[in-house]
């Protein structure tokens, strides 16, 4: 069957809510469209890792002298792209103003597993041998993208992926006795090291379209969740080189016949949030869009190929 390909530019295209959401108006209606793919994809690997969506981070504390449980919080002043180094010399100073009894220093540290790699390590020290405190880790947060194992958890019947505030989270620390508390030591201090390498930019970026409108995915809470993701883009480049992905194999999305002059594109980070227009450059994305032409007779196997994506796309 015949394709149109159509390329787009973010630079051209206008969104109405500030967020990577595009709106598509083709100039030339793509009449009787039986399904569309991505065909090529590209972009700056120059996407914030900080975001409007993850300026705060948290954490929380244990006094002992009063036995009492604190959340914790603090912000970064701007979404923008931030080294580890510029990272964790921010949340060094943001932690510290915002307590006075516990001391934060955080500093990278040599991998012991990994050569030529490091992780992150807090070092604390409080006043009373007694106090705790703990990092809230949860999809998403800065703590994770230094590199830290998450140790708390979103409701899955009511999120998907993204972020959430410290009141959504479940399984909250109400004891000081949880296993989760980390010490803290008087006169040295305690080294916290991160489990994993951090990360300073995307794992991944999801292509959205009010296109892909038959999409679901398992997550690893075992729930299968609707999605409006066109195709998911693995960030192999490296900082400010671009990125630049062909799939090897198409990912069709059925469009039954319709006729299509109006869409949105968007572009989320691997988490499922949408950026911001300004957190990221402009990107290109090639569609391909299958139609059926009346003047075209179809062979047997092309038949065939119709009829099973008509029932598996």
């Known amino acids: 069957m015949p394709y149109t390909y159509v390329r787009f530019s973010s630079k051209n295209l206008d969104t109405t809510t500030g967020k990577s959401v595009y709106n598509v108006n083709l100039p030339t209606t793509i009449t009787n469209a039986r399904s569309v793919h991505v065909k ?64 934060f220093t955080m500093t990278q540290v040599p991998s012991t597993t990994t050569t030529d790699t490091y992780h992150i390590n807090v070092n604390v020290v409080s006043s009373d041998n007694n106090d705790k405190w703990c990092p809230v880790v949860t999809i998403g947060s800065i703590w ?42 008087v006169s040295l201090g305690v080294d916290h090291v991160a489990q994993f390498p951090p990360k300073d930019s995307h794992e991944s970026y999801h292509i959205t379209s009010s296109l892909a409108n038959n999409v679901y995915e398992a997550d690893g809470d075992g729930v299968t969740r609707h999605t409006n993701y066109l195709l998911t883009i693995p960030n192999t480049a490296n900082r400010y080189q671009w990125l630049q992905y062909v799939p090897t194999e198409p990912v069709f999305h059925d469009l039954r016949g319709d006729n299509v002059n109006q869409f949105t594109l968007g572009i989320a980070d691997e988490h499922g949030d949408l950026l911001d227009r300004n957190e990221h450059q402009t990107f290109s994305v090639v569609l391909a869009f299958e139609y059926d032409d009346p003047h075209m007779t179809l062979t047997e196997n092309q038949r065939r190929s119709l009829h099973w994506r008509s029932r598996h796309c």
């Open 144 to 185: 994770e993208q230094l590199g830290f194992l998450q140790n708390f958890q979103l409701e899955p019947t009511t999120h998907h992926r993204g972020r959430a505030s410290l009141t959504e989270i479940i399984n909250p620390i109400t004891s000081s006795t949880d296993e989760r508390w980390l010490n803290t030591d």
């Open 40 to 103: 090529s994809f590209s972009m700056p690997n120059t996407a914030y890792n900080v975001t409007s969506d993850n300026l705060k981070f948290y954490w929380r504390q244990y006094d002992a002298t009063s036995n009492t449980i604190n959340n914790m919080e603090a912000s970064f002043t701007q979404a923008k792209y931030y080294t580890i180094g510029e990272l964790i010399s921010d949340m060094t100073t943001l932690m510290n103003t915002s307590n006075p009894f516990f001391t």
